[in-house]
C-alpha cells in the first residue's frame, strides 16, 4: 500500500478520493484548510495553507504519491497555478508522481479540435476565471514541468461536483483528452470518479498525460 497525501483532501473531488483510498488500505493524509465534520477513519488530517511551501513540504515529504483537488476559487482564486507549479516542484524533487482533479472544460469535444474553454459561452461568467486557471494547469504548466515529473490529469465529465453528488454504480468509463460524452457534457458522481481516480493511482500505467472519466 501507498503513503497517498490529498491536497484540498476535505473539498468535493478530495474528500471522496480520501475515502476512497482509505478503503483501499492505503496510508493516507489530507491536507486541507479545515477539519471534516466527519473525519474518515485511519486517514490523518493535517491542516494547513497551500499557499505556505513550508506546509506543503512537511506533507509531501512523506509521501509516495501526491494528489492536487484544489479549486480556483476563494482564497485560491489569484494564486491557484502558483501554487500549483510549488506542489509540482515538491513532487519532482521528491521523485513522486501527481495526479490532479481537473476540470471538464480542459477536455476537448473532437479529437484536434480546440478545447471547450477556448470558448466560454457554455458556463455562466462568475466561474470563468477558475475555468481557465484550471485548464491552464494542463495546458501550460504541468507540460512545462521536467520530464521527470511523472503527472497525470483526470478531468471528470461536465456534471459533476456537489450540485449533482449521484450515487456509487462503481463503474465508469475512461477517456483521453476528448470528453467521453460532449454532449451535454455527460456524467459521474464523486464516488465514481474517486474509484476510477485511485484505479489510476493504483494501476499505474498513466504518464505525463491528460485523461477524463465519465459514464
Same mark, same amino acid.
Given at each position: ?9 476535505? =473539498? ?37 495553507? #497551500? ?11 512523506? #509521501? ?11 482564497? %485560491? ?15 519532482? !524533487? !521528491?521523485? &513522486?508522481? &501527481? ?9 476537448? @469535444?473532437? +479529437? $484536434?479540435? @480546440?478545447?471547450?474553454?477556448?470558448? %466560454?459561452?457554455? *458556463? +455562466? ?16 504548466? &504541468?507540460? #512545462?514541468?521536467?520530464?521527470? %515529473? ?7 465529465? =461536465? ?6 453528488? $449521484? ?6 468509463? %475512461? $477517456? ?5 460524452? @460532449?454532449? =451535454? ?10 474509484? =476510477? ?6 494501476? $499505474?500505467?498513466?504518464?505525463? *498525460?491528460?485523461?477524463? &472519466?465519465?459514464?
Amino acid at each position: 500500500m501507498s503513503r497517498i497525501v490529498v491536497i484540498g483532501g476535505t =473539498g468535493y473531488a478530495g474528500s471522496a478520493i480520501v475515502a476512497e483510498a482509505a478503503a483501499r488500505g492505503h496510508q493516507v493524509t489530507a491536507f486541507s484548510r479545515s477539519l471534516p465534520a466527519e473525519p474518515v477513519p485511519d486517514v490523518t488530517y493535517v491542516q494547513g495553507d #497551500a499557499t505556505d511551501e513550508a506546509a506543503l513540504s512537511s506533507v509531501v515529504s512523506g #509521501a509516495d504519491i501526491v494528489v492536487g483537488a484544489l479549486s480556483a476559487r476563494g482564497r %485560491l482564486a489569484g494564486s491557484f497555478r502558483e501554487v500549483y507549479r510549488r506542489v509540482a516542484r515538491l513532487a519532482d !524533487g !521528491g521523485g &513522486l508522481p &501527481l495526479y490532479v482533479v481537473g476540470g471538464f472544460s480542459s477536455l476537448r @469535444p473532437v +479529437p $484536434g479540435a @480546440p478545447r471547450f474553454v477556448a470558448d %466560454l459561452n457554455h *458556463a +455562466p461568467a462568475e466561474f470563468h476565471d477558475e475555468i481557465v486557471a484550471t485548464a491552464a494547469v494542463v495546458t501550460e504548466d &504541468l507540460p #512545462a514541468t521536467p520530464d521527470s %515529473l511523472n503527472w497525470v490529469f483526470v478531468s471528470p465529465a =461536465g456534471r459533476f461536483g456537489s450540485f449533482a453528488p $449521484g450515487q456509487r454504480l462503481g463503474e465508469y468509463r %475512461l $477517456g483521453d483528452d476528448v470528453a467521453l460524452q @460532449p454532449d =451535454g457534457g455527460g456524467a459521474i458522481s464523486g464516488a465514481d470518479y474517486a474509484l =476510477g481516480f485511485v484505479d489510476l493511482i493504483d494501476k $499505474g500505467d498513466h504518464h505525463r *498525460a491528460h485523461v477524463n &472519466l465519465g459514464y
